[in-house]
């Protein structure tokens, strides 16, 4: 146990009630430091941490389930439940993924908030922020390096992430990663059939590195523009690739056709 994980449950200070240890349990969810699927440490470390007993804890965490922020597993503890799954309810996600007017409104959606995370990011990031954002992109020029297009692609997710942690904003924040949740489901478009579209991998790593570069230099107008610009391109070719897609089902449907006539 670090000294780093002890302040992460830091010791209750005022009456040590459950309140107060759902009011900092809440805290380190909406300030996304706790984070979907991540798992509680245990209650005797827990009690511990937080100098508070072991039934003031348990009836915190039963509040903090009733309140659907954390989930009991039988014989695995407790972990932080599927807040961010829950912005978009599942009808809507169905509704949104069979509509295609949904994926360019949720580009637009994206270029505006990227272009204004990033601007915030470049203003606000913290040293801590400025390092999580080096290891990022380094594993993205990693993956990249090594062709490994599976962990490109999760780098890929987890900078823009990363971008959205340092603009200390918590609106945007978990906006953005219900944003991002869409679209790892696939619900707009296949990412993968975007990352390989000839030579889009080598134009995506260079966007990426341009808002790494641009919130580093702590260069919010850059920054701005930058995001932007990505977004513009993954638009761009998430209608390329769409039409290409369309465009071999319209020649596939033609030939057969060709081929039950003899012509």
Known sequence: MTEDQDDLYARISHSRTADEVVQQIELLILEGILRDGD????ERDLSRRFEVSRPILREALKELEARGLVESRHGGGTFVADVVGQIFSKPLIELIGRHHKATQDYLEFRRELEGLTAELAATRATDFDRDILTRVIERMRAAHASDSFDDELEADIELHNAI??????????????????????GIFFHRSAVFGAPGARALLLA???????????????????AAQDHIDFVAAAAQEVERNGEWSRIARLRLQQRDRSGA
């Open 164 to 185: 959205g942690e340092s603009a200390h904003n918590i609106i945007l924040l978990h906006t953005l990663r219900a944003c991002y949740r869409l679209l790892t489901r």
């Open 207 to 225: 966007q990426h590195e341009a808002i790494y570069a641009a919130v580093m230099a702590r260069d919010p107008v850059a920054a701005k523009m």
């Open 39 to 42: 798992r509680l440490p245990g």
